[in-house]
Every structure is written in C-alpha cells, then in structure tokens.
C-alpha cells in the first residue's frame, strides 16, 4: 500500500558546459530522498533535466559551426552519463527543447498574457552576455563588472515582455514568513527585504536579441526568456498543458524543490507569482543550499577550479563521493570543497568506521563459529545501550529527511555505526573467544552487531546504493530483513545467521599520494582554463568585423613612452595596480589591470608605452589618465610591452 505521493526536483542545469562536482550535489540529495521516500513506500516523482535555451547556448555553438540543438545534445548525454555513473535513479529527465515542454510554455505564456498580467515594454541596464543577464548598478562587482563572472558589461537596450509582480507581493511575503515553504526560514528576511519591501520588480519574460528560445506565440520576434520557460518545467514534466504525460493531477503540488542559493530568489519569488497568476497551487517545499566552493570561490569552469566527478569517482567509487557531499553540506550554508577534507572523511568514516565495523564482526563470526551463528543467547551488560540506539535510529532518520537535512541524518547513522564500534571495545569478544563457557556471550554480542550494522546499512541504502548491498550480502542480510519496517526494529536477522566475508567496502587511501596526484589535477585544470579563457578572449577581439582605420584615424592616438616611477595595488580592486608614471612632460597616473600578472616591484623603473591622450576615466577610486600597452599571449598570459632603452617621452609612431 502507498503511503502517498512525493514529488521532488532539482533545477533544471544549463548545458553549457561539463557538469562538475558543484551540479551533482543537489542531483544527489534529491536522489537519496527519492530513494529514502520510495524505501518508506511513497509513490515517488523524482524530475531533474536541462535547461537548454538562451544567448549563451546559441553563442557557444555557432563558435564551434554546430547548430544550438546539435551542442546542447551531446552535453546533455554527459550530463546523463554522469547521472548514471552517481546512480542518480531519476523517473523523468525533462529538456526545455522537448516538444511538449515548448508547446506547454506557449500556452502558459499567452495564459498569462491574456489574463492581463504580460505586458510589452523596454529592458536597459547593463548586461553582461556570458552570464546572459542584466545587473543594476549597485550589483555590479568592483571593478564595474558582472558580479557573476567578473567579465565587462555592456550598455543594452531592448523591447521586451514583462510581467506584472506587484500583484502578488502581499501573497509572496506571507508565504515567506508565514509558511513554513522555505527552507531554512532564516533566508525570508533577506527576500523579504531586499526585494518585496523595497517594491518588485517587474519580470522581463522575453528578449528580441537572439533566437535560441521558445517563440512567443503571439509574436515571432521575441523569444521566452529564461524563467517562464524553465520554471515552468516543474509542472510542463508531469503534462501540464500538454498531452505527452498526464500525471499532473497526482504530483502536483511539489513536496520539495531544492536549489542553491544563487537560484533561491526566482524559486521563492519567481515561481510562486507566475503559479498565482495562473491561479494554481504552490509547492510545499523550497530547500536552499549554499554551494559547493573550491578555496572560497564558486566552482566554475572559467576559473579553472571545477572538480570532476568522474575523476573522484574513478578513484574512490561513486559511493564515496555522494557520502561526502551530502555529509559535508549543511542546508543553508556553504561547504568548502577540498581533496583532503574529503580524504580523511573517507578514510575516518568510512574505511575506519563502517567498513572496519563491517569486516571485523565478519571476520570473528567467521573465526569463532565458522560463519554461522550459533543460536544460543546470553545477554549482557552495554546490549540495552546498543539496542535503544539502533532501534531509535529510524525515527531520527526519518524526521532529517523530512526536514532535508541531509547531513544531520548521515551524522545520526554515523552516531550508530561509532557506537557499535565502541560496543566491540566494551565487550572484548576476543576476550570471550577464549572461553569455551562465553560462546552464548560471544554469540550474543557478534549478533547485536550484526544487527547494528543491518539497520544502519538499511538506512544507508538510499544515500550509498551501491555499497550497500555488498554490505548486506557480507552480514547474510537480504530480502525482507533489509526493509525499511524492519530497519525500526532489532532481530530481523535469522538467530543462526551466516555471513560471507567479502572484499574491503571502502578501502583505506593513502592520504599523501592522493592528495599529491589530485592537486596536481587541480593544477592542470586551473592552467587548461586559463589558456582556454584566453584563447577564447583573444578570439572574440580579433579584428574580425572591425572596421579598417585611416591614418589619420591612428594618427589621433597618442602614443608615448613612460618611465613607470612607483607602483602599488589598488586596494578595492583584485585585478588593478596604480601606477605613477614620468612621460618626459611630468607625472600622471594609470591604472591598469595586470595585478595577476606583475608585482608592483618587477614594474618600478621598467619603461612603457602608454595611450596619452585617452579620456580619463575613473577606476575603482582611481583616476586613470592613460592606459599603458601590453599583449595577450597564446599561453593565457599578459605582457606589458617594455620599451626600457627609449628614454621617457618619446612619441611613438
Ligand atoms: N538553469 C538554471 C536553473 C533553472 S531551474 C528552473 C540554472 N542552471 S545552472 O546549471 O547554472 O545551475 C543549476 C544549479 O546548480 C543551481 O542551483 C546552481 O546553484 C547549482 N550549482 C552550480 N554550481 C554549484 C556549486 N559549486 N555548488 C552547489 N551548487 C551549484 O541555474
């Protein structure tokens, strides 16, 4: 008998790029809670997919002379694969470019159109085209840059569709404080009062400036954009407004989306208003979770510190790398990613605590009674402890996944597992392994372990589904004795049970090798990225489609040389050094972004060459009267052009 339905999501990723190790975490989690769920007998919806439309995708592929669908194919089979490779046990796999996604949308688009909540308007603002979107002022980074990737902005300007979000402002906030939708609740006052209280904006919902989106039904030159089209996904997958699915009516509303924080707002605002605007009912859940970062930062390829986990997974199995995302990820809150953290987790937990657990009872039930229990029993001192332990497990379990704490569910497992292990301490069975008159004892306490590892395996199941029966098959445990019902109980393993002593489930690493060989990975993934950005750089602004200049064009640039005479960091910026230059007529400074290339030292007395006659501008507190010349190299470096035998002033032509 089902308990009920559940419905969980992630987002839907962009394939824009490889998946790293930063997309697998809430793939991850929604899987093992689609897992834990379908082990308590719900009738589980577990949806994940691709977001596939947008300027970035269009971009990226007419760079490589595919077509949009073409790129977003074959790393959408990446993406599979990896899901695969993790045993993520998805039921649907949704694509914004499926048929009936994009038919679905159209309808839910001209829906919202005609109940008066689209209207057509202008977008201007500063945009950045890599990360496809606009930023205000006040968002931008320090250097006047995308906050996102850090790349230049440019002005933009466009007619577009908007939606209306003032009407739903009242509903949104209740929703926020009053509800318990979020997760964790804590993160309402910063919506709240970032964005209801100061007055929502209004939604832009297509764009004119590129083709590679769903087309507005009722007007060709615009395209959806990004949040109507993707969001929508949530309910277009169960055959909302559309005939390939129709399981709408059973899944609908959510149990949980989860997403990262970056993504919070279009869930907790977003999201909701476009349902109320369609007058349908909103999920139950919204679970944020901060991001897996790498030394402080966000992974991300273009800086060079994704973590693939295809490589983790090679080295140390796909089981270990699931434990140590959902066991290092506190909802809410950032996790630091780094090889040796994740190492000594294996090794600590794992080899040390599950899998020692595991092999050492084996091994002496295997020593002591040839591998069957006898089924004599002599209880005894620390048993009660362990057994109230074991037994109230579940119940802990359970209540953490309900809440999506994942971590704190691992850690209460874990709690079982050093207790057993502690047990073995108490009660010495070698000790009784030498008394012929201690075998009921010995039996007694070898079958509580057994026991102990049998609900704790059970219950680990949905985290660590390949491992797990390796476990189960080593204790002698299969069928009915590694159900859920019989993961809240003590004694489901026959009395005589016979156990099987395998490999080592999790064998231990060799933290120093490891750790030198993935850093080493890590360094050439950092250099890789640099080049690649670097190359990609160069390409855009090669004078490809610019127009050729006159000589009196060039002749109204004035170039001269400088003798660099102090130098120093700026100190708002992470890219700028301030320099002070003597350009043979007196001093003037500039300020120039090549702090990752040169300390303010390897510049002082170097002379250079410097646009003269460039309008000042103000950078990051500095003004800058000039700009110095430098080349981009092949290898992904930057030189400043020296010209140290040409003495400061001379004009350049
Ligand atoms: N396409 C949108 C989501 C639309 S959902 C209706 C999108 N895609 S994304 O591929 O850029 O990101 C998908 C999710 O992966 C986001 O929740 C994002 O924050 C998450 N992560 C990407 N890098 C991450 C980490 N390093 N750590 C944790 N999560 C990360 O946004």
């Known amino acids: ?370 591998g069957t229990l006898p089924t004599d029993r002599e209880p005894g001192e620390f048993d009660d402890e362990l057994i109230a332990e074991a037994t109230a497990l579940r119940d802990k379990v359970d209540d953490y996944v309900e809440k999506t704490q994942i971590n704190n569910a691992l850690a209460e497992i874990f709690k079982l597992v050093s207790r057993a292990n502690k047990y073995i301490d108490e009660t010495t069975p070698w000790v009784l392994g030498k008394d012929e008159t201690k075998k009921a004892r010995l039996a007694t306490v070898l079958y509580n372990l057994l026991e102990s590892i049998r609900i704790a395996s059970t219950l680990l199941s949905a985290f660590m589904p390949s491992t797990m029966p390796l476990v189960f098959e080593q204790i002698g445990a299969s069928g009915d004795a590694v159900s859920y019902d019989n993961a809240g109980r003590f004694g489901a393993l026959p009395a005589d049970v016979t156990v099987k002593k395998g490999a080592a489930i999790f064998p231990r690493i060799d933290v120093e090798k490891e750790i030198d060989e993935l850093n080493e990975i890590v360094k050439k993934n950092a250099e890789k990225a640099q080049a690649a950005a670097q190359k990609s750089e160069t390409k855009s602004e090669k004078p490809e489609g610019l127009a050729l200049i006159g000589i009196d064009d060039f002749a109204k640039v004035e170039l001269r040389t400088a003798k660099i005479v102090e130098c120093e960091p700026v100190k708002k910026s992470k890219k700028l050094l301030k320099l002070t230059l003597d350009d043979g007529c007196g001093t003037r400074t500039v300020a120039s972004g090549i702090s990752e290339y040169y300390k303010p030292d390897e510049l002082i007395g170097h002379t250079v060459i410097i646009v003269a006659n460039l309008k000042p501008a103000k950078l990051c507190g500095v003004e800058s009267q000039g700009m110095i010349l430098a080349a981009d190299c092949p290898d992904g470096g930057v030189k400043v052009i020296f010209a140290d035998d040409i003495p400061a002033g001379s004009k350049i032509r």
């Open 1 to 370: 008998m089902s308990k009920g339905k559940f419905y969980i999501t992630t987002p839907i990723y962009y394939p824009s790029g490889n998946p790293h190790i930063g997309h697998c975490y809430t793939t991850v989690a929604c899987d093992s809670i689609a897992r834990y769920k379908r082990m308590q007998g719900y009738d589980v919806m577990f949806l994940t997919g691709t977001d596939e439309h947008g300027q970035k995708i269009e971009q990226k592929a007419k760079e490589l002379g595919i077509t949009p669908k073409e790129y977003v194919d074959n790393i959408v089979e990446i993406f599979k694969k990896l899901w695969k490779y993790m045993n993520v046990d998805y039921d649907r796999y949704i694509r914004t470019t499926d048929d009936y996604h994009v038919e679905a949308v159209q309808k839910i688009f001209k829906e919202l159109y005609d109940r008066g909540y689209i209207y057509k308007g202008e977008y201007s603002g500063n945009y950045c085209t890599p990360c496809e979107s606009f930023w205000t002022d006040s968002q931008l980074d320090e250097d006047g840059c995308c906050p996102e990737c850090h790349r230049p902005v440019k002005q933009a300007k466009e007619e577009a569709y908007f939606m209306k979000m003032a009407p739903f402002a009242e509903r949104l906030e209740k929703l926020l404080t009053e509800t318990d939708y979020l997760r964790p609740k804590t993160r309402a006052t910063e919506l709240v009062n970032n964005f209801i209280k100061p007055g929502l904006e209004d939604l832009c919902v297509s764009r004119n400036s590129f083709k590679w989106g769903i087309p507005v039904p009722f007007d060709q030159d615009h395209v959806v954009y990004v949040w109507v089209d993707a969001l929508s996904n949530y309910i277009t997958a169960l055959g909302f407004n559309n005939d390939a699915y129709n399981d709408y009516d059973k899944f609908w509303p959510a149990d949980v989306h989860m997403v990262a924080k970056d993504i919070m707002r279009f869930h907790a605002i977003t999201w909701p208003a476009i349902l109320m605007a369609l007058d349908l009912p909103l999920p139950k859940h919204l679970a944020v979770h901060g991001w897996i970062t790498f030394n402080g930062q966000k992974m991300s390829k273009s800086l060079g510190n994704v973590v693939d986990p295809f490589v983790l997974g090679e080295r140390y199995g796909a089981d270990a790398i699931r434990y140590h995302i959902l066991r290092e990820m506190a909802l809410g809150a950032d996790s630091s990613f780094s090889n040796e953290v994740m190492i000594n987790r294996i090794n600590t937990d794992l080899a040390n605590g599950l899998g020692n657990l595991v092999s050492r009872t084996v091994a002496m039930v295997e020593k002591y009674f040839g």
